[in-house]
């Protein structure tokens, strides 16, 4: 999920932060190698006290009692440290990183900062590249467990002037990175509720503690549950039936609860399946392995025609549907990431809209698989087996009110182009963002 955080964002640079760290580092690399264990704990107290103040008694101790055959060598390793310490801290003190404020704490008349938590991953990262190509400054707080360092490496190169964009290691609230899949949340539910709800608990707290006053909310159909009848509007009664459409009902719950009271501007989006990635071949979907088994369809597909898995799993051919297999309505990740814009645009303080992100139309699993086989040009092979738990049989969506409110309408509607699309990225990283891209072709 992803929020617009229009205000400052105070604290130090990523930069400042990494010149400490280096610092800590470079002096304690060379304290610590005194043989003397004694002396060894004591001078561990240097890096601090050089610019907190006097040196620690404890040090003093260790310098009357310290073996005199030695002594000479300990002196000139502490005149040592002592002399590249005041070097490094004259160094940052004279570089403007360190003086001038970093433009990611400022606000400017005119440029609006999003933060974007999650903004290393599949959707996140194509969001980011969005708001950046439309002159937004742009946060990334991501921890990395399951987004990637090198989709922000990609954003780097695309958008390397100063002030545009700045990366964040962090984790909302020490909590577990961004979920998202269906049958992982039957299986970790606690996990969900903490990352899901929990956290932007965290995020709306931090937003009305420093005066945020926008917030666009990347929801799910999965809040629905299993209609009775479709298409899916978003006057349809949510209804979820597994721990991830819960987790993030409970989410919807407390931000309108807390914006009735507030003149937050709220957009809250509910999107279908996604598929797709970046059409000029920036990004794509990059999961890690252990979590291929839960991620999306597109990805399993795409694994058994790289041969990376034997074949692909279709679970469950006995719903209530055409062919037996579930329906859904996907998304293409371009289309999602413009709606998102859309409705950035368009918040307006004390104001809250809710829209469902989709096509309009179903498509079975047989179906996508038989469009992945074609956009692919490879043979996979199919197993069919029993349903997954936490699955429903159809989800489609009516996208007239996101159509009429926001004048947004789905562009990438061709299934098998959008799968050829994602491909041609998954061809040329095979290895994810850590492959030297090969040559992209058509």
């Known amino acids: 999920m992803w929020y617009s955080w229009l205000s400052k964002l105070g604290g130090r640079s990523v930069l400042h932060l990494q010149g400490e760290v280096l610092l800590n580092h470079l002096v304690q690399s060379l304290l610590l190698g005194a043989k003397s264990k004694r002396f060894s704990k004591c001078l561990a107290l240097i890096g601090p006290e050089i610019s907190q103040g006097p040196i620690d008694p404890c040090l003093l101790e260790c310098m009357d009692y310290a073996d005199p055959k030695r002594k000479s060598n300990v002196v000139g390793k502490i005149l040592l440290a002592a002399t590249l310490t005041a070097l490094c801290i004259l160094m940052l003190k004279q570089s403007s990183n360190f003086t001038t404020p970093s433009p990611f704490s400022r606000h400017e008349p005119g440029v609006i900062h999003v933060l974007v938590t999650g903004g290393a991953g599949y959707i996140g990262s194509h969001a980011a590249l969005r708001l950046l190509k439309d002159s937004h400054r742009v946060t990334i707080v991501d921890n990395l467990s399951r987004g990637n360092i090198g989709a922000v490496k990609v954003l780097q190169e695309q958008f390397p002037e100063p002030g545009r964009l700045q990366f964040i290691y ?3 609230g020490d909590a577990k990175a961004t979920v998202a899949y269906v049958g992982e949340s ?5 996990r969900y509720y903490h990352n899901i709800t929990s956290n932007t608990l965290v995020v709306l707290e931090a937003m ?3 005066g945020v006053n926008t917030l666009i909310y990347s929801s799910t159909c999965a809040t629905y549950g299993e209609p009775e009848k479709m298409p899916i509007t978003e006057q349809t009664p949510q209804v979820p039936i597994n721990p991830y459409g819960k987790a993030k009902k409970m989410a919807e719950d407390m931000i309108l609860d807390f914006s009735k009271n507030s003149e937050m501007a709220v957009m809250i989006l509910r999107y279908f399946n996604v598929i797709g990635s970046d059409p000029e071949g920036r990004l794509g979907e990059a999961p890690r392995p252990e979590l291929r088994e839960h991620g999306r369809i597109s990805g399993a597909c795409f694994d058994a025609a790289l041969g990376v898995i034997p074949g692909l799993k279709v679970k469950g051919t006995d719903y209530k549907t055409p062919d037996g297999t579930c329906v ?6 371009t289309d999602l990431v413009d ?8 918040a307006t303080p004390g104001k809250v809209g809710i829209y469902n992100v ?4 179903g498509r079975s699993v047989k179906e996508f698989v038989e469009a992945c086989k074609k956009a692919t040009g490879g043979k996979i092979k199919v197993e069919y087996l029993a349903r997954r738990p936490g699955d429903y049989a159809e989800v489609y969506s009516d996208p007239s009110k996101i159509n009429l409110e926001l004048n947004w309408t789905a562009k990438y509607i061709d299934l098998e182009e959008s799968l050829r699309v994602a ?3 998954q061809k040329a990283h095979r290895n994810g963002y850590g492959t030297t891209p090969l040559a992209m072709a058509s």
């Open 170 to 172: 962090a984790d909302l």
């Open 186 to 190: 039957t299986l970790e539910p606690l």
């Open 208 to 210: 009305a503690a420093h």
């Open 328 to 333: 859904r309505d996907y998304i293409d990740v």
């Open 339 to 346: 709606a998102h814009v859309k409705a950035l645009n368009k």
């Open 358 to 361: 989709g096509t309009g139309k």
């Open 423 to 425: 491909w041609r990225w």
